[in-house]
T-cell receptor, first 114, second 111 residues
Framework: DAGVIQSPRHEVTEMGQEVTLRCKPISGHDYLFWYRQTMMRGLELLIYFNNNVPIDDSGMPEDRFSAKMPNASFSTLKIQPSEPRDSAVYFC????????????FGPGTRLTVT | KQEVTQIPAALSVPEGENLVLNCSFTDSAIYNLQWFRQDPGKGLTSLLLIQSSQREQTSGRLNASLDKSSGRSTLYIAASQPGDSATYLCAVKGGANNLFFGTGTRLTVIP
């Protein structure tokens, strides 16, 4: 298996622009998670899906952030409008209850908002 | 809310030494605990997962233990190698499926 795939790997954008991050989970996994990592706050869960349905979005910082999972093999995290404080590494992870929910992480997207 | 603490924040050891990394958590009602490795600029690689009913897991030179009642886990690395240099993160999973991460221990193994 190719593992969790994320794109782009790096994104540099100007404040106010829309940013879309993409994730393809491991085939057969029924949970998908979006995390953000910063030096100040470490790794934080933003939102997670089960069977394409958002279960807990309490970690989404504000209404500028939105996430979708239109099917089992694709998810997006959108920031609109972006702000410099959104600069971080965004990770996607997936897991399967059959795999005792061990989470597998993608390589991350490093976002810089200038 | 679950709080996960890792000490030390950084550790430097000579090659060949055995070492222990510590992780503590405040809420013992966990589903499992997972240890990850993160190399600079990279994603997280899962090393070991311990279910709440288990006491330890082993993989090669790595051994992770779990004492749920006291809210502690340790990661033991035997015969450390320069390639073990990375940041090690522990994460606990509650019933809600989300992971709570510690801030990590940055390990440097000196050749």
């Amino acid at each position: 298996d190719a593992g969790v795939i994320q794109s782009p790997r790096h994104e540099v954008t100007e404040m106010g622009q829309e940013v879309t991050l993409r994730c393809k989970p491991i085939s057969g996994h029924d949970y998908l998670f979006w995390y953000r990592q910063t030096m100040m706050r470490g790794l934080e869960l933003l939102i997670y899906f089960n069977n394409n349905v958002p279960i807990d979005d309490s970690g989404m910082p504000e209404d500028r952030f939105s996430a979708k999972m239109p099917n089992a093999s694709f998810s997006t995290l959108k920031i609109q409008p972006s702000e410099p404080r959104d600069s971080a590494v965004y990770f996607c992870a997936s897991s399967s209850i059959r795999g005792v929910n061990e989470q597998y992480f993608g390589p991350g997207t490093r976002l810089t908002v200038t | 809310k679950q709080e996960v603490t890792q000490i030390p924040a950084a550790l430097s050891v000579p090659e060949g030494e055995n070492l222990v990394l510590n992780c503590s958590f405040t809420d013992s009602a966990i589903y499992n605990l997972q240890w990850f490795r993160q190399d600079p600029g990279k994603g997280l690689t899962s090393l070991l997962l311990i279910q709440s009913s288990q006491r330890e897991q082993t993989s090669g030179r790595l051994n992770a233990s779990l004492d749920k009642s006291s809210g502690r886990s340790t990661l033991y690395i035997a015969a450390s190698q320069p390639g073990d240099s990375a940041t090690y993160l522990c994460a606990v999973k509650g019933g809600a499926n989300n992971l709570f991460f510690g801030t990590g221990t940055r390990l440097t193994v000196i050749p």
